[in-house]
């Protein structure tokens, strides 16, 4: 499947670029592919590909694409295709790709690619990719639903299947998802067929768990990953702080680091195991150090290994435990040379005191915190700079924890409607000059980032957006060092 677009990690546009071998090579081990594969699993696996590449293209531009590739290799790679049939539809491709009324699928920043030309230009457009989908559009059908979409048209049902799977899974490893896609259009196959189709399903999906649940939690971390390896460690340091608050910074980070590795080795990987067999190695370690210092890590042990990472991922935040008063570290901690974690280590400790703060506003203070720390220490008196700033920065931390911590409170122990009742008498007491229009629209704007980010698994960088709106000035004085 790699071969066949030319990928090591599925960053090339179409598959149709040239590469430092030549064009014949290309052009031979695509045909190569397509002739051992057949068309329709040719077809699938472009779908596949390109669904994931453009996880965020509507169907019908995803279904251009595809055609447009089935048709260029179904006509190049017969006996008797002239030598650069392949290399001039290639060339076609990238042309089409900039074309502004093009149906293809395009990715943000492609105009940048387009003013070049040639080779440089494919380069360009192969490694554009579009962010991690934060908001799933994947609804999985009812048996009778996908039954009748099945038998209506067979090849129809399965290609969209295959697009809305794998665009909103794009993040897990390719071969999971294939792995995947193929189970599930096998068990439609098999039970909208069957004689007794309801007991066929049960089976069936009862089988298919475990694999769901991998490309569940695999696109679920792996999406967390491409946003940079320090920011992962950092969000899964937090995870397990506000999960596991009786477990200190230095029991955290070696599972950390552990877990990171797994993820730089299987995210992007071409081997059909990888992210099992090494996740259930992660995983005896995460529980070896943690079941003996919460009882619902125990629990979630004694499942499946994919059930256990789930399991732990889906746990709410513990309870807050009683730990000592938290200070801030002095200049000399903070500006030290060299790999220096002390931001990173004292927001670790905020989320284990503050356990009912999300993870997204955490996330948020940590990186204003680096802010605040790094213009300090570039400064030409560090530990002057950060003196003069400790008792206001400590100050904007204690409210914005507050602001948050009430707010996600009492979004997760009201009914939504009564949430905005009270939301409205207290924002009206805490903002009372503000018209009528503008506390609506202030009510509106807090409900909005409750009921997005106050959740387990919120997504990160719309939250951040939001809490940057919602959350506004945290001081009295003129410029507040939060931002």
């Known amino acids: 499947l790699a071969n066949l677009f030319g990928l090591q990690s599925e960053s090339r546009t179409y598959g149709l670029h040239e590469r430092s071998e030549g064009k014949p090579y290309q052009r031979d081990r695509v045909c190569q592919e397509y002739k051992m594969m057949g068309k329709d699993q040719f077809e699938a696996s472009a779908i596949i590909m390109n669904s994931r590449k453009y996880s965020n293209a509507t169907f019908e531009e995803i279904n251009h694409i595809v055609k447009a590739i089935v048709t260029l290799v179904d006509k190049c790679c017969v006996q008797g295709a002239p030598a650069d049939c392949y290399d001039k539809g290639a060339d076609l491709f990238f042309v089409k790709s900039c074309d502004p009324k093009s149906p293809f699928p395009k990715h943000p920043g492609i105009e940048r690619c387009c003013i070049h030309k040639g080779l440089e230009r494919k380069l360009c457009l192969a490694d554009l990719k579009q962010p991690p989908k934060e908001f799933p559009t994947y609804l999985e059908q009812s048996n009778e639903e996908l039954c009748e979409a099945f038998r209506k048209d067979p090849k129809l049902f399965s290609a969209r299947f295959l697009y809305e799977y794998a665009s909103n899974y794009a993040q897990a490893p390719l071969l999971v998802v294939a792995n ?38 695999s696109n679920r971390l792996c ?41 730089a080795k299987c995210c992007s990987s071409l081997t059909d195991n990888c992210m099992e067999s090494e996740l259930s190695v992660h995983i005896k370690q995460v ?15 004694k499942k499946s290994h994919i059930d256990t990472i789930h399991c732990l991922h889906s746990l709410p935040a513990a309870e807050p435990i009683s730990l000592p008063k938290l200070q801030l570290p002095t200049s000399n901690q903070f500006c030290k040379k060299g790999k220096n974690q002390e931001v990173e280590k004292y927001t670790f400790e905020l989320a284990r005191r503050n356990t009912k703060l999300p993870e997204v506003f955490i996330d948020k203070l940590h990186g204003s915190i680096v802010d605040v720390v790094k213009r300090c220490c570039i400064s030409d008196n560090p530990s002057t700079c950060l003196d003069s700033k400790k008792v206001q920065l400590a100050e904007e931390i204690n409210k914005y924890i507050n602001e948050g911590k009430e707010l996600c ?12 009742d009270r939301l409205t008498k207290t924002l009206s007491k805490k903002v009372s000059k503000l018209p009528s ?33 919602a959350i506004g000035k945290l001081c009295t004085q003129d410029q507040c060092l939060l931002q």
């Open 409 to 420: 409170s009492e979004y997760n122990n009201y009914p939504f409607l009564t949430f905005k």
């Open 180 to 217: 995947s896609t193929s189970n599930y259009i096998s068990m439609a196959a098999a039970c909208c067929t069957a004689k007794k189709s309801a007991t066929c399903f049960v089976k069936q999906k009862l089988q298919r768990q475990p694999i769901h649940l991998l490309t569940v939690m």
């Open 437 to 469: 229009s503008k506390l609506d629209e202030l009510v509106e704007q807090r409900a909005n980032l409750a009921s997005t980010c106050c959740i387990t698994n919120a997504p990160p960088v719309y939250c951040k957006e939001k809490i940057n709106e």
């Open 287 to 301: 529980c070896k150090t943690l079941s003996t210092k919460d009882s619902r890590i125990a629990e979630c042990c």
């Open 223 to 263: 999406a967390r990953y491409s946003y940079g390896e320090e920011k992962f460690k950092f969000s899964a340091s937090i995870m397990f702080s506000q999960k596991v608050p009786s477990a200190e910074y230095k029991d955290i980070i070696p599972i950390v680091e552990q877990g990171t590795q797994v993820l």
